[in-house]
């Protein structure tokens, strides 16, 4: 055999090893989970690069995840038909951190411990592989790759801070193709190499995965066989001169089989009627990492130009980091064609970004298995599938807002509101869709937020426009001199006291054929003008405008008289064309 060669781990891995052990110690099962997620992405992987490279399948063998557990030695093995790796990927994979799963791993543990949170929640974080060191003292990875002819042997021990790996020379332990780790339980750990253990696991972790899992288990049949009769008995039997009659027995053969003990149909091409609330929460839960329950999902196929199916779901919070709310590269959107997982890597091709918050799997049936990302940008399918989306995206959110619950609009706002005023901003084709789920405070509503058709449902039999002011919060909003008219008609406003809802409002422009109006701009006009009177005033008070006029020379751009005002002697404006005083804020402060 060929000598094995000794790497030192990268020091962050060893880091983490320890950072894993120490702090799932009492959630070990993953382990499980995380080995079957790699078997079934390493097998996702062959499928897809197998549509453009068939070479790569040439071993006609199935894409399946095997378990064997051996509970006399203590010995689980878990073998996949994916892609495998070469020796080179041995050692960037299972030497080096890069991944994903881990990141998020570690900022779970950071977050969670800063909030003082419990252990538990941890464990339904991707951890990836290094969580074999959970149960085992030693991991042995056993690895073909179609791209190499050669099968190596990763092998690692807990608490060390090298591995070894060596070529596969045991023809005993050769593969056709992917992967199989072997991993040697901790004394304490042994129990979980039991086949019922690992099949409970499955179904509790993996029930979702879309390749078949079979587990090693010991079965048994019934059948009839002949006994010998006592020879004695035989003998009087014959004295007798009763015929021979054989007697027999019913015993219970064992052996040992392979058994399947997933579901392997994917949960969205099952008949939504079948698939109850708990399926779809729980699948969001394993597939997206996520341990609250989505707010709403939406299972739908739909039909004629284009068919695809799709399950989406508005998650319950929106992630932290101020960057996500124009970061569309979020991995929230699956792709599959024809049940082969495609991609999750979109940049704003199947949802605008401002709802690229929600996740979900998208499966089609009119793409090439081989579509690429210009393929994606380009293609007319897309775009029919990318308005279709948006759409059920926008049912669902209305849903929420519509259900009887407010509470989980409330929750919905908070995290996603911001989103839908970017929406507002960028998308003017569903004006129509984001405008009804707005929300805000007005000056009869200053503790619970409103909607628009609230508002509209509250107007004047008279009143023709939606008055708003923009204002840093609702206690200046309500007492700005602006209101005083206002208040004392008992006319309604909307106060926009977040940043955003003013430039959002002024793309909108307009809802249910009734204006925005700024309340602070110049040419506010409520309806009441007295052309008499206002005659009298500018009589009265014309050189005094004129006068004040003269003092602040450039510092305003005109002063008149004004019907505005009740209780203030006056108040700046801006001009009907210029910013308002928030926007002036507001540019101000990004100026900085
Ligand atoms: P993640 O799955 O988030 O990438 P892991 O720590 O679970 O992180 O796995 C690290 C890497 O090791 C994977 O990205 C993959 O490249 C490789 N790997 C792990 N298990 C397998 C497997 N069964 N077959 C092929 N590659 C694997
Ligand atoms: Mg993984």
Same mark, same amino acid.
């Given at each position: 055999?060929?000598?094995?060669?000794?790497?030192?781990?990268?020091?962050?891995?060893?880091?983490?090893?320890?950072?894993?052990?120490?702090?799932? $110690? &009492?959630?070990?099962? *993953?382990?499980?989970?995380?080995?079957? %997620?790699?078997? @079934?992405?390493?097998? !996702? =992987?062959?499928?897809?690069?197998?549509?453009?490279?068939?070479?790569?399948?040439?071993?006609?063998?199935?894409?399946?995840?095997?378990?064997?557990?051996?509970?006399?030695?203590?010995?689980?093995?878990?073998?996949?038909?994916?892609?495998?790796?070469?020796?080179?990927?041995?050692?960037?994979?299972?030497?080096?951190?890069?991944?994903?799963?881990?990141?998020?791993?570690?900022?779970?543990?950071?977050?969670?411990?800063?909030?003082?949170?419990?252990?538990?929640?941890?464990?339904?974080?991707?951890?990836?592989? $290094? &969580?074999?060191?959970? *149960?085992?003292?030693?991991?042995?990875? %056993?690895?073909? @790759?179609?791209?190499? !002819? =050669?099968?190596?042997?990763?092998?690692?021990?807990?608490?060390?801070?090298?591995?070894?790996?060596?070529?596969?020379?045991?023809?005993?332990?050769?593969?056709?193709?992917?992967?199989?780790?072997?991993?040697?339980?901790?004394?304490?750990?042994?129990?979980?190499?039991?086949?019922?253990?690992?099949?409970?696991?499955?179904?509790?972790?993996?029930?979702?995965?879309?390749?078949?899992?079979?587990?090693?288990?010991?079965?048994?049949?019934?059948?009839?066989?002949?006994?010998?009769?006592?020879?004695?008995?035989?003998?009087?039997?014959?004295?007798?001169?009763?015929?021979?009659?054989?007697?027999?027995?019913?015993?219970?053969?064992?052996?040992?089989?392979?058994?399947?003990?997933?579901?392997?149909?994917?949960?969205?091409?099952?008949?939504?009627?079948?698939?109850?609330?708990?399926?779809?929460?729980?699948?969001?839960?394993?597939?997206?990492?996520?341990?609250?329950?989505?707010?709403?999902?939406?299972?739908?196929?739909?039909?004629?130009?284009?068919?695809?199916?799709?399950?989406?779901?508005?998650?319950?919070?929106?992630?932290?980091?101020?960057?996500?709310?124009?970061?569309?590269?979020?991995?929230?959107?699956?792709?599959?064609?024809?049940?082969?997982?495609?991609?999750?890597?979109?940049?704003?091709?199947?949802?605008?970004?401002?709802?690229?918050?929600?996740?979900?799997?998208?499966?089609?049936?009119?793409?090439?298995?081989?579509?690429?990302?210009?393929?994606?940008?380009?293609?007319?399918?897309?775009?029919?599938?990318?308005?279709?989306?948006?759409?059920?995206?926008?049912?669902?959110?209305?849903?929420?807002?519509?259900?009887?619950?407010?509470?989980?609009?409330?929750?919905?706002?908070?995290?996603?509101?911001?989103?839908?005023?970017?929406?507002?901003?960028?998308?003017?084709?569903?004006?129509?869709?984001?405008?009804?789920?707005?929300?805000?405070?007005?000056?009869?509503?200053?503790?619970?937020?409103?909607?628009?058709?609230?508002?509209?449902?509250?107007?004047?039999?008279?009143?023709?426009?939606?008055?708003?002011?923009?204002?840093?919060?609702?206690?200046?909003?309500?007492?700005?001199?602006?209101?005083?008219?206002?208040?004392?008609?008992?006319?309604?406003?909307?106060?926009?006291?977040?940043?955003?809802?003013?430039?959002?409002?002024?793309?909108?422009?307009?809802?249910?054929?009734?204006?925005?109006?700024?309340?602070?701009?110049?040419?506010?006009?409520?309806?009441?003008?007295?052309?008499?009177?206002?005659?009298?005033?500018?009589?009265?008070?014309?050189?005094?405008?004129?006068?004040?006029?003269?003092?602040?020379?450039?510092?305003?751009?005109?002063?008149?008289?004004?019907?505005?005002?009740?209780?203030?002697?006056?108040?700046?404006?801006?001009?009907?064309?210029?910013?308002?005083?928030?926007?002036?804020?507001?540019?101000?402060?990004?100026?900085?």
């Amino acid at each position: 055999s060929t000598p094995s060669e000794r790497y030192e781990y990268q020091a962050e891995v060893s880091r983490l090893m320890d950072l894993i052990v120490n702090s799932l $110690y &009492s959630n070990k099962e *993953v382990f499980l989970r995380e080995l079957i %997620s790699n078997a @079934s992405d390493a097998l !996702d =992987k062959l499928r897809f690069l197998g549509v453009t490279e068939p070479e790569l399948l040439k071993d006609a063998v199935d894409f399946d995840i095997r378990i064997q557990a051996d509970k006399d030695n203590g010995v689980i093995t878990i073998t996949d038909t994916g892609i495998g790796m070469t020796r080179q990927e041995l050692v960037d994979c299972l030497g080096t951190i890069a991944q994903s799963g881990t990141a998020k791993f570690l900022k779970a543990l950071k977050d969670n411990k800063d909030a003082g949170g419990d252990n538990n929640l941890i464990g339904q974080f991707g951890v990836g592989f $290094y &969580s074999a060191f959970l *149960v085992s003292d030693k991991v042995t990875v %056993s690895t073909k @790759s179609p791209k190499s !002819d =050669k099968q190596y042997v990763w092998e690692g021990e807990a608490n060390a801070s090298s591995y070894t790996i060596r070529e596969e020379t045991d023809p005993e332990k050769l593969i056709p193709r992917g992967t199989r780790l072997t991993l040697h339980l901790k004394r304490d750990d042994k129990g979980f190499a039991h086949p019922e253990r690992i099949e409970k696991l499955v179904k509790n972790y993996s029930q979702f995965v879309s390749f078949p899992i079979y587990t090693w288990q010991e079965k048994g049949y019934t059948k009839e066989v002949e006994v010998d009769e006592d020879p004695a008995e035989a003998k009087k039997d014959e004295e007798d001169g009763k015929t021979e009659k054989k007697k027999t027995k019913t015993v219970v053969e064992r052996y040992w089989d392979w058994e399947l003990i997933n579901e392997t149909q994917p949960i969205w091409l099952r008949n939504p009627k079948e698939v109850t609330k708990e399926d779809y929460n729980e699948f969001y839960k394993k597939t997206f990492n996520e341990y609250l329950d989505p707010l709403a999902s939406s299972h739908f196929t739909t039909e004629g130009e284009v068919e695809f199916r799709s399950i989406l779901y508005v998650p319950a919070f929106a992630p932290t980091g101020k960057d996500d709310i124009i970061n569309p590269k979020t991995k929230n959107i699956r792709l599959y064609v024809k049940r082969v997982f495609i991609s999750d890597d979109f940049d704003g091709e199947l949802f605008p970004r401002y709802l690229s918050f929600v996740k979900g799997v998208v499966d089609s049936n009119d793409l090439p298995l081989n579509v690429s990302r210009e393929i994606l940008q380009e293609s007319r399918v897309v775009r029919i599938m990318r308005k279709r989306l948006v759409r059920k995206a926008f049912d669902m959110i209305l849903g929420i807002s519509m259900s009887d619950n407010r509470e989980d609009y409330e929750k919905f706002w908070e995290n996603f509101g911001k989103h839908l005023k970017l929406g507002c901003i960028e998308d003017c084709e569903n004006h129509k869709r984001i405008a009804p789920l707005l929300r805000f405070f007005s000056s009869q509503s200053e503790e619970e937020l409103i909607s628009l058709d609230e508002y509209v449902e509250n107007m004047k039999p008279d009143q023709k426009d939606i008055y708003y002011i923009a204002a840093d919060s609702v206690n200046s909003a309500k007492n700005t001199p602006f209101m005083e008219r206002l208040a004392e008609k008992d006319l309604e406003v909307l106060f926009l006291v977040d940043p955003i809802d003013e430039v959002a409002i002024q793309n909108l422009k307009s809802y249910k054929e009734k204006n925005f109006v700024d309340i602070s701009k110049e040419d506010l006009d409520l309806g009441d003008k007295n052309e008499e009177r206002e005659k009298e005033m500018k009589q009265e008070f014309g050189q005094t405008c004129d006068w004040i006029k003269k003092h602040l020379g450039d510092k305003v751009a005109s002063v008149q008289i004004s019907n505005r005002l009740s209780s203030s002697p006056c108040v700046l404006v801006s001009g009907k064309f210029g910013w308002s005083a928030n926007m002036e804020r507001l540019m101000k402060a990004q100026s900085m």
